[in-house]
Structures are given as C-alpha cells and as structure tokens.
C-alpha cells in the first residue's frame, strides 16, 4: 500500500501556493485507490463447547495476500479471557498459510488456542477451545492484497443499514475510478 498523498491548499485562499486542481483530485483518487486494496474491520464471533477446529473468521484467498488479526477471546461466564495478534501470509501458490502469534496476554486462565488454514478458497481462523463453555472472539483485523481495484464500484459509509452512498453536493455518487 502506498503513502497517503496530501493535497497542498496553500497557506491562504488563492494565495496560488496549492496544488492546481487536476493534482489534487489526482491525490484523492489515489488515496481511493490505495484503501480499497485494504480492508479493515471488526466482528464478534461465538465458540461453543470444547470440539477442536471451530472457524471463528473467513476472507476470501483471492483478496488475502497478508494480514494482521487482534484476537480478544473471552468466558462471558467469568473473567478469564486473553489477547493475541497474529499476523499472516499466504503463500505464492496460494494453497497454504503461514503465521505467527505474539503479544498474548492473559486474565486469568487461557480460554483457547488458535491455528489457521486455507479451505475451500478461503482464509480461515480457527479456535481449539480449553474449556466447555461459550467464548465471545472479538476480532479486528486488517487485511491487505495485491490484486486490480474493483473499478466504478460506489463509496459507501461503513455500518449504514441503507448502505449510505457517499455522493457530491449534486448527488452524484462517489465510485472507483474505472
């Protein structure tokens, strides 16, 4: 991913210190461009039990190339919970994963284990729970891949039920550059 680029408004209006137009807009497209081959999100997932192997996050192999997860796994029952990052990389021929966990803390007893895999074209985090109980897995992860920007897709704010398309102040949609 790429530096963000900053566009230069000059130190007052028209003093003609900033960057002309065409170069701004050109900043801000990049900027686009540069975040869409990142994605960014949180999720609550559920284990349930101590049956090994319950997949608590999936991403698609074709828009993973590596990623960083934080990992808070928790007994809603008591306070025994604990946090890892892991940080992953899928491999050139994209049939396997590899990763690495650091930054574990506890409070506590240890709730669960974790491991990672690739199945069925897609990413995949799995928990190997120590104890017969229901553990909340908060997970914000960050991914990142090579691939070709999805062009003339629309903008829109995260978290909205009604999908609030970004537009400007004459409605016209917000999308990828084509």
């Known amino acids: 991913m790429a530096n963000l680029e900053v566009v230069n408004v000059g130190a007052l209006p028209n003093d003609g210190e900033g960057d002309p137009l065409r170069v701004a807009f050109q900043k801000i497209n990049n ?3 540069n975040l869409w081959l ?17 997949v608590i996050f999936t991403t ?40 690495t ?4 803390s506890f409070s506590g007893n240890s709730v669960t284990s974790y491991d990672m895999d690739i199945v069925g074209s897609n990413v995949r985090i799995i928990v190997n729970p120590l104890v017969d109980q229901i553990l909340l897995h908060f997970i914000s992860s960050q991914i990142t891949f090579i691939g070709v920007d999805a062009p003339g897709l629309d903008l829109a704010l995260d978290g909205y039920a009604d999908g609030f398309v970004m537009s400007t102040e004459d409605n016209l949609n917000i999308t990828t550059e084509d």
Do not use: C, E, H, W
């Open 101 to 104: 966990g650091y930054g574990t």
């Open 31 to 33: 900027n686009f461009a």
């Open 60 to 99: 698609p192999v074709s828009q993973f190339t590596q990623g960083m997860f934080q990992i808070r796994s928790s007994n809603p029952d008591n306070n025994d919970s604990q946090d890892i990052v892991l940080q992953a990389q899928i491999t050139n021929t994209k049939d396997s994963i590899k990763f």
């Open 38 to 54: 990142t994605s960014f999100q949180t999720s609550n997932t559920y284990s349930i039990g101590n049956t090994a192997g319950q």
